[in-house]
């Protein structure tokens, strides 16, 4: 068949490096394999591919090798291989390669490779910057998304600070990715995650492309905000001067003239006989006049923008930064077209959580447009700890389910958070950061990620570290059953690496995700290990009953015989060697729980990440990844004392 290759012997003059196969017309996903290794670098129990080595060579332009393998290789992050990626791209094309397929394992495409492999320390700016131009000319998608990071190959060339790279990508794109979104860097923009990084040469290239400052993540920072508090290092420090010239550049650039495209906000009908300045009810529930319908930033599909005639909204027809139309604060809100009419529907009643003082917004220059009181909400403090429920206005259908679920709780309630994260609740109502009911929690350990303000908005107040948000259907009432665990270990701290590997990602969406506040030194939200969180031993829940006990979704539980569990801080023995628990949960290369541990010596195989997703931060040779199994504690096997982890 056509491509396929004949094991006869070669003729006089040919080489294996002379095939080459037709090109596939349709891409295709790749599945996963392991990387390929010549037998003596196998001998000197080498663990990376290295071009360099004759044997290797050989293997790589061998044409039985395939191209799994190859994005194989990609993927190890070791110079001898980051900066040969022109020799990998070129192998997988020659082997009929689609210019747009992608690796199985990380749902990466070979342009999201390239633009990785210029990364300083690591990679080579040039071989990156040809072999990217190299792939635009053979007609690769510049804006492909991975599935895994919801990253564009802008946003990683903005990670990792290849100014050329995003020059190349953006004027391929005619700046049309500019200002796209990525999901996992909560929202932001390429000009987010070069600020949070301090990749001061992405942020000027980006700025000349025309990038809005004024952007805001779904955190409500603009880029600026992102900028990390590198009040630690000393003054004189690189990342202490690289800080400061990045907050005057950000400082002083000014937003593209449009911040949206116009023709969206007018030319754009809703079905049904309904147009832009129509008298339109939402829900059945709030009536209003239609102001705007499209496409929008903050979420896919199409979107009607209503300025209601009673103060029940939820913003001022802005939403991240973007003003799609404009009317009086809480007057605006937004809602999928096909949940507004002409007519209304039966409203449907029910109790409420009671309304009392809103959250504290902490307005900046960039925040006062954005500065509209919260609805609906019940927050700590003198005024509000004895309070009695009153009725609001009837709730929109999507918002009845969390609505009931929120009456179920009492400020001072204890609960705990996913199942995890023991403390007291401190707010509830509904936020600026995401739709939905919300429940502010004030734990008892310093593991949380705020002091109960978000973006800006101050929901309660308490230490730093302290404060966490959840959705209401993520938290539950303390029972008797969580007063026999013990205390987790604060967790570790994370130091900033702007040219690591990425941090961690997490692809479920943002109801899954607990909010956090600012931007650390790491520039990108830190890990989310599922760590297991004490419980007051003191505290009686108000629906401690048995009955309550045996319902408790806290996961089906191996410590019940022990006197502890294992948890973050505690040593262990690995192989008759002493480590550091640093990460307890689930880990993308494999299922079930593992532990992250840190060891004594350098007889580890990483420095906390694994295939480029962080899971702790340590040296590198001292972090090993292993299941609960494989350690002891206390002469304990380890998987006897920790929980399982069921989803």
Known sequence: MPGEVQDTAPEPGFTVSDFIMPTRDKPMIHPASDAILCENCQKL???????????????????KTTIPQLFAIMRQWVPQVQQNIGLLVKEILRRGANVNDRDGLTDMSMLHYACKAGAVGVGDVTSSTNVVRELITKGVDVSQRCRWTDMLPLHYAAFFDIAPVIDILLKASKSKDVNARCKEFDNGTALHIASSNLCIEAVKSLLDHGADVSTRDKLNRIALDCVPNVAAYEPDSEPAVVAASL?????????????????????????????????VWVGGTKEGVLRFCGVTEFAAG?????????????NDGSVGGVAYFHCRPNHGIFAPSSKIAKEPSQPQSIARPSSLPTPTVQQTPNQSSQAASLPHSRTSGPSSRDHSRSSSPAPSPHDVNEAEIAEKFELNDRVVVAGQKSGRVQYIGQTQFASGWWLGVELDQPVGKNDGSVGGVRYFTCKPRYGVFAPVTKVKNLTA??????????????????????????????????????????????????????????????????????????GSRKAQNYEFKLTEGMSILVNSELGVVRYIGTVDFADGLWLGVEMRKPVGKNDGSVNEKRYFTCKPSYGLMVRPSRASCRGINCAKLVEDITS
């Open 45 to 63: 129990e080498l663990t990376f591919f290295d071009p360099n080595c004759p044997g290797c060579l050989d293997l790589l332009l061998e044409p």
């Open 302 to 314: 199409e979107w009607a923008g209503i300025e209601l005639d009673e103060p029940v909204g939820k």
């Open 247 to 279: 907050t005057q550049l950000l400082s002083e650039a000014e937003p593209p003239t449009t911040s949206h495209d116009k023709e969206n906000l007018h030319s754009t009908s809703l079905s049904l006989g309904i147009k832009i300045g129509d008298r």
């Open 481 to 554: 059953e969580d007063s026999f665990a013990v205390p987790t270990a604060p967790a570790p701290k994370t130091h900033h690496n702007s040219h690591g590997s990425l941090h961690e990602t997490s692809s479920k969406g943002s109801q899954n995700d607990l909010s956090g506040s600012n931007s650390d030194l790491a520039g990108h939200k830190q890990i989310n290990s599922l760590k297991k969180t004490p419980a007051n031993s003191n505290s009686n829940s108000r629906r401690g009953s048995a009955d309550s006990i045996k319902k408790a979704s806290l």
